[in-house]
């Protein structure tokens, strides 16, 4: 999940397993959402995008789920690489265009 | 096309000077942002620029200023550094209008002693 303290949440895998990192929004009235990658040192990176009248959208190795219900977002990669150790966060458009970025969370791959 | 592209990589300023951190893309978008990061927190907006010749102030715009040069470039300026802005800027642009999909630059990392 997003963190707004000092330390971001971590996540670490086995490579090859599944991850799935979470974001809780805090706007319903947010239509648009995004997931980025920012590897240590490098800007952030589009990874998948998704506005709300759907609830999944899938790219290359990723799925982004999106449940209105309860305002959370999820990322899942599949069979992740080393090459996928990032911190990723997400990102949403309220009503007013604004982009809200969350923290992150920080994705360790263990080969 | 290199994207987004930002001077200098690195910077130390003492507290007092000034400095102006450059951004350009080659996409050719209309809009451009200035963010700042630090460490836990999520990209807070300083300023934006929806097309040439226009700004607006985004959530944390006290003690910067922007200059829209021209459609490829803008520019993020520290009158009076302090320690407080300390950070990791990164500028951004996007096709459209705020709130379309944003294109980051690999940033720059301010430290204000």
């Known amino acids: 999940g997003e963190s707004v303290g000092l330390h971001l949440p971590t996540l670490s895998v086995q490579e090859g397993d599944n991850s799935i990192i979470n974001c809780a929004y805090s706007?319903?009235?947010?239509?648009?959402f995004i997931w980025y990658k920012q590897e240590s040192g490098k800007g952030p990176q589009f990874i998948i995008d998704?506005?709300?009248?759907?609830d999944k959208r899938q790219g290359q190795r990723v799925t982004v789920l999106l449940n209105k219900t309860v305002k959370h977002l999820s990322l899942q990669i599949a069979a992740t690489q080393p090459g996928d150790s990032a911190v990723y966060f997400c990102a949403e458009k309220n009503n007013n265009n604004d982009m809200r970025f969350g923290a992150g969370t920080r994705l360790t791959v263990k080969p | 096309n290199a994207g987004v592209t930002q001077t200098p990589k690195f910077q130390v300023l003492k507290t007092g000077q000034s400095m102006t951190l450059q951004c350009a893309q080659d996409m050719n978008h209309n809009s451009m942002y200035w963010y700042r990061q630090d460490p836990g927190m999520g990209l807070r907006l300083i300023y934006y620029s929806a097309s040439e010749g226009t700004t607006d102030k985004g959530e944390v715009p006290n003690g910067y200023n922007v200059s829209r040069l021209n459609k490829r470039e803008f520019s993020l300026r520290l009158e009076s550094a302090a320690p407080s802005q300390t950070s990791v800027y990164f500028c951004a642009s996007s096709e459209g209008r705020r709130g379309e999909t944003q294109y980051f630059g690999p940033g720059t990392r301010l430290l204000v002693l």
């Open positions: 706007n319903s009235a947010s239509d648009y």
């Open positions: 998704i506005r709300s009248n759907m």
